[in-house]
């Protein structure tokens, strides 16, 4: 998230009008658990038991296009939408954001 919020920031400070393409690849998660929703939702412990672990070494969240007026929240939403993805999850489950893909934590 921040991530994109400081890259925003240099967009802005350079005023940049190119896109550019962001993924993320994350590696040694094999066996890796990855849980719904967010520590404090009911049962967020009980689900450690449920939740199938990651099989692969690594995982690639796959290339986004990114525009030069991109959001930075949208943008961290959608490549964790990818990657929550990989888990079988959907949009729902992800924390942090709200139903306008505005992050909660900031």
């Not at 350079?14 to 998660?29: F, M, T």
């Not at 038991?49 to 290339?63: C, I, V």
């Not at 079988?88 to 306008?100: Q, S, T």
């Amino acid at each position: 998230m921040n991530f994109f919020r400081l890259a925003r920031a240099v967009y802005d400070y350079l005023q940049l009008d190119c896109g550019v393409e962001a993924q993320l690849h994350l590696y040694g998660i094999k066996e890796f658990l990855l849980k719904p929703y967010h520590p404090e939702a009911i049962g967020y412990l009980d689900r450690v038991f449920h939740q199938p672990r990651y099989a692969r070494d690594e995982l690639r969240s796959g290339a986004i296009q990114v525009p030069a007026d991109f959001d930075p929240d949208n943008l961290a939403l959608r490549v964790l939408e990818r990657v929550y993805g990989r888990f079988g999850y959907k949009r729902e489950h992800i924390p942090f954001f709200d139903e306008h893909g505005k992050f909660l934590l900031a």
